[in-house]
C-alpha cells in the first residue's frame, strides 16, 4: 500500500476511507465534505470520465431526507486539498447501492 502525505487539515479525512452501502452515511459524508470545500480547505477537481456524473456536492446534500431522483447511476467527486494537495475522490454507485471514498 502506497504511503500518501497529508497535510495536517486534512488528515481528518483520511478517517473517512471506506466502502459502504448506507445511503445515509453517504449524505453525511456529503455534507461533511461540503463543509470542507466551503471553507476553501478542499477545491472539486473536473472529472473526465465517460461513466460517471459530477455536480456540486452541496446539490446532493439538499436532497432531504435522501433524493427521490438521483442524478445518475454513477456519481463521482475528485477533491483536491489546497494546502499539501491531496486528492480524494467519492464515488456512488447509485444503481447497486454501494459508494466509496479515498486518497488517490
Known sequence: MQNIQTCQLCDSLKLLICENTEEKEYLNTVRYLDGF????IIELQPINDELADTCLLNEISKMNP?????????????????????????????YRGVWWFKNV
Open 37 to 40: 470545500i466551503q471553507r476553501g
Open 66 to 94: 435522501k433524493p427521490a431522483h438521483w442524478i445518475s447511476d454513477l456519481i463521482r467527486h475528485s477533491m483536491k486539498c489546497k494546502e499539501c494537495g491531496s486528492v480524494f475522490e467519492l464515488v456512488c454507485d447509485t
